[in-house]
């Protein structure tokens, strides 16, 4: 077909525009995420400038990294069966069935996601440690236990399969169901020949997403798994912090590399096929009362589930941080006198809000230009292939990158040491993929002949941008920079390395203070989880608020 000469003119401004679009996005993930990574990798497997690749059979013959993987892996594939199995009745509830106060459940629901790992290691421990709500009741304690590990995961990644899950199944005809039942199959076969083939992509994409973060845990493990559970991250920040040996934390980073990229292939092939086998109808009209004695036990079945697994460890923290007379741990952190700190525990507050904005403005401004250069139709291999690798930096060692951070640009011009944007640079790299991920659903969704006549008429891209996506992208934008926030706000894995002792972030604060004896010490931490949490669940009610059925899920 032969084109105008403003059709063409129109083309290759598109191709500029993309290259332009992505140089930024690519160059930031190339500064602060590759060359550190690959700085300590070096670092580690390099003897006087040469290249010690036996070093690599030397870790793997040893004995204790063998249990340590052995323990990751196996953890995770536990955890991923437990999640699937406790939240696809909840995927399918929220899915079909219309109830009051549905929305204000969701976002119950969500939160647990969006807090720091450290506070969910915390809610555990006041749960199931010593002095712990079990261990008061019946004297039944499960910490540095698989038990309270796979619990805490289960906990964590919940929401992960009740929005995945769920988003799809609400978009499902029923009418297809329906039809097997009047053909005579019973509800368990018309579900499985049915409803299960078309959710299958769905269910692959979140079990991969679960294993990812299952099998990359820092801070649970770390809280609650002693000094003989240890997963392959919690390994690499003992053999970088307390050991210092690189050359064995080099190794293994490259085997969670080299895992992490199996598993987001995986990932990307189901996702592609959940996006292009399906026949979706607006979610709107799936969703109805529930029916008969079997379904209201279902729904109540759910509801319990949520009480005692998602709200019970975060009630039992809260009442831990008020076990003090008249708020005795809170006005505790106004004082620096337990030496914990340099500064009093309550400045950690301030710090992370002032870390998280700054993080939350460059991972829009990252996530945003990488999402509207995926979304064009001519993007070419590189530009897919980029995509897959803005997932990386939520699978890789996030004590990789932190320690990589204090190697790598520690020499004009990129000395950063002493900077505070250090930190704010490190919790960006968590928040740009869920920038991405909310984004590009809405993005796609835009009719593209819009962007096309805009351009043939003379616009500019970046008027087409400001014209045509932004007025109907606004609102994902927005939610996407409260996930980015969310996720900033509880990044713990680098940060721990590089926030300054006089500037600590709230889950840095809430590891030193479990980290020394003491009740005034616990009952700090408890306060601070509290805190933390309660501005998690905030900033998530807040965005539940501007949810719409068109903006991705995770």
């Not at 204790?64 to 509830?93: C, E, K, M, N």
């Not at 199959?185 to 979140?206: E, G, M, Q």
């Not at 079945?301 to 076990?323: M, N």
């Not at 928040?431 to 096309?452: K, N, Q, S, Y």
């Amino acid at each position: 077909m032969d084109l105008t000469r403003p059709e063409v003119a129109a083309r290759r401004r598109g191709a500029a525009a993309r290259f332009g679009l992505l140089a930024v996005p690519v160059a930031f993930f190339a500064v602060f995420f590759a060359y550190p990574v690959a700085a300590i990798v070096a670092r580690g497997l390099k003897v006087d400038g040469v290249w010690h690749l036996g070093r690599i059979g030397e870790v793997l013959a040893q004995s204790d990294v063998r249990h340590v993987l052995w323990f990751t892996t196996w953890q995770a594939l536990v955890s991923t069966a437990l999640t699937l199995i406790v939240a696809l009745p909840g995927a399918y509830v929220f899915a079909r069935f219309d109830f009051p106060g549905k929305q204000v459940l969701r976002a119950v629901v969500t939160v647990p996601f969006v807090l720091p790992t450290v506070v969910v290691g915390t809610a555990f421990l006041a749960l199931v440690g010593r002095g712990g709500l079990l261990d008061e009741l019946w004297g039944v304690r499960l910490d540095t236990t698989v038990w309270a590990i796979l619990l805490a995961h289960v906990f964590f990644n919940y929401a992960v399969v009740v929005r995945t899950v769920g988003g799809l199944w609400a978009q499902l005809d029923p009418r297809q169901e329906e039809a097997a039942r009047m053909l005579g199959a019973s509800p368990l076969k018309a579900w499985r020949r049915v409803t299960l083939p078309a959710l299958a992509p769905a269910v692959a994409a979140a079990a991969l997403m679960v294993f990812l973060f299952t099998f990359t845990s820092f801070g649970v493990v770390q809280i609650l798994g002693g000094p003989t559970l240890s997963t392959l991250e919690v390994e690499i920040y003992r053999q970088t912090s307390e050991i210092f040996d690189l050359s064995t934390a080099a190794v293994l980073t490259l085997i969670q590399f080299v895992a992490v990229g199996a598993i987001l292939a995986l990932h990307a092939w189901t996702v592609r096929r959940r996006e292009t086998a399906l026949r979706l109808v607006d979610a709107a009209g799936t969703a109805r009362r529930p029916r008969g004695a079997g379904q209201w036990t279902l729904l109540a079945g759910v509801l319990v589930t949520v009480v005692v697994l998602l709200l019970l460890p975060l009630a039992v923290l809260v009442q831990r941080s008020l076990d003090a007379p008249g708020f005795g741990y809170y006005r505790a952190l106004t004082s620096d006198d337990g030496g914990v700190f340099l500064v009093p525990p309550i400045e950690a507050i301030g710090n992370s809000l002032s870390y998280a904005v700054a993080a939350t403005a460059i991972a829009v401004v990252i996530g945003s230009l990488a999402a509207v250069a995926l979304t064009r139709r001519d993007a070419g291999r590189f530009v897919r292939g980029f995509d897959a690798l803005l997932m990386l930096p939520l699978g890789v060692s996030a004590v990789t990158v932190g320690f990589g951070f204090l190697i790598a640009l520690d020499e004009p011009p990129l000395d950063l040491r002493s900077s505070w944007i250090l930190v704010p640079l490190a919790q960006a790299l968590v928040g740009v993929p869920f920038v991405v991920r909310t984004m590009l659903p809405v993005l796609r969704a835009v009719d593209v002949r819009l962007r096309e006549a805009a351009s043939v008429l003379g616009a500019s891209p970046s008027r087409v941008w400001r014209e045509v996506d932004l007025p109907m992208v606004r609102r994902a934008l927005l939610i996407a920079a409260g996930f980015a926030f969310a996720v900033s706000l509880g990044e713990f894995g680098a940060t721990v390395f590089i926030a300054r002792p006089d500037n600590p972030t709230l889950p840095v604060a809430v590891a030193r203070l479990l980290g020394r004896p003491g009740d005034l010490n616990y009952g700090q931490a408890m306060a601070l989880s509290t805190i933390l949490m309660v501005v998690c669940a905030v900033a998530l009610l807040v965005l539940e608020r501007l949810r719409t059925d068109r903006t991705g899920e995770f």
